[in-house]
Every structure is written in C-alpha cells, then in structure tokens.
Nanobody, 124 residues
Framework: QVQVVESGGGLVQAGGSLRLSCAAS????????MGWFRQAPGKEREFVAA????????MAADSVKGRFTISRDNAKNTVYLQMNSLKPEDTAVYYC?????????????????WGQGTQVTVSS
C-alpha cells in the first residue's frame, strides 16, 4: 500500500546534528500518523518519536526529548526527524513507519508500513 523511504543518515561526531527525512507515496499522506523507530547493535527496536496526521500532536521517547524533534510537511509527503546534541548511544538504524489510522503512537502494532532504514553513527 503506502511506501516510505528514509534518507539523511550518516556519520557524525558526538554533539553534532543530523536531519532525517522520510518520503511517502500516495495522495493520502495527510491522513497518516508517522513514527520513527531505531534499532541499535545488540538492542531491540525502540520507539523514538511520532506525529499525528495533522502535526498537532507529537510524542517522543524520554531518551531523546529535548534533543530530537519530529515534524511533517504534508504538501511534500515528508516527515522529518531533526536530531541535535547527538550521543554515541543514538547510533542505530532509524526506521520510518506509517500509521494508517492517523494517530501519534509509540506502539509497533499501530504501524503498517516501514521503510528500509537509514544508518546513523555517532562517534565519541
């Protein structure tokens, strides 16, 4: 159904910034909730941030609050994750996911489509 593709990952030194992008297909992007998840080496996939269909409601994991900001541009069918003050523990593959019901959620079960992931590596 809906397809998403992440981009913007790379190698950055601790304290630096990156902005991830997630481009979605379809004419109904503005109806979807969107989320970012990550999976670090040796760890389970974890929730990072989410945004509802309009952008009016957002949520973020405690580990990234104050450093990461999720946003969306429905005219561009794109959701972003601005990552500031990066730490080595932020190193992971970051995945974009789609919630067809339109809500902001931290639950894996609320997301139906996933991107291929983009690698973020933070050096100390």
């Amino acid at each position: 159904q809906v397809q998403v593709v992440e981009s913007g990952g790379g190698l950055v030194q601790a304290g630096g910034s990156l902005r991830l992008s997630c481009a979605a297909s379809g004419r109904t992007f503005s109806r979807y909730g969107m989320g970012w998840f990550r999976q670090a080496p040796g760890k389970e996939r974890e929730f990072v941030a989410a945004i509802n269909w309009s952008g009016g409601t957002t949520m973020a994991a405690d580990s990234v609050k104050g450093r990461f900001t999720i946003s969306r541009d429905n005219a561009k069918n794109t959701v972003y994750l601005q990552m500031n003050s990066l730490k080595p523990e932020d190193t992971a593959v970051y995945y974009c996911a789609v919630n067809l019901r339109g809500s902001s959620s931290d639950s894996l079960g609320d997301y139906q489509s996933w991107g291929q992931g983009t690698q973020v590596t933070v050096s100390s």
